[in-house]
């Protein structure tokens, strides 16, 4: 028989490409539910972008979570406990400016 292999914390990301109409609560339920989120907020405008950020800073902190700044716009939120597998540290590694 075939083991199968546990997911890693980059199998669970959740890529978003934000859009003005984003609702910023599922995104929170998402993070607080354990999936590791890469926002892009290239379509979005600065001072909407600039307050989702923020809120979801909260929420990472709550649930003891770290974010990356992966390009200018760009970001990823997840769990320290996302981080031990190494995936999510490897890919940020690889594309981070």
């Given at each position: 028989?075939?083991?199968?292999?546990?997911?890693?914390?980059?199998?669970?990301?959740?890529?978003?490409?934000?859009?003005?109409?984003?609702?910023?609560?599922?995104?929170?339920?998402?993070?607080?539910?354990?999936?590791?989120?890469?926002?892009?907020?290239?379509?979005?405008?600065?001072?909407?972008?600039?307050?989702?950020?923020?809120?979801?800073?909260?929420?990472?902190?709550?649930?003891?979570?770290?974010?990356?700044?992966?390009?200018?716009?760009?970001?990823?939120?997840?769990?320290?406990?996302?981080?031990?597998?190494?995936?999510?540290?490897?890919?940020?590694?690889e594309?981070?400016e």
């Amino acid at each position: 028989m075939f083991k199968k292999r546990k997911k890693t914390a980059f199998d669970r990301i959740e890529f978003i490409l934000c859009e003005p109409d984003i609702d910023v609560f599922k995104l929170a339920d998402k993070l607080l539910k354990g999936k590791p989120l890469i926002l892009n907020f290239e379509n979005q405008n600065e001072i909407e972008s600039n307050k989702i950020i923020t809120f979801l800073s909260g929420i990472t902190y709550a649930i003891d979570g770290e974010i990356e700044v992966i390009k200018e716009q760009i970001f990823l939120f997840a769990t320290k406990q996302d981080y031990k597998d190494g995936s999510l540290r490897k890919f940020v590694n690889e594309y981070k400016e």
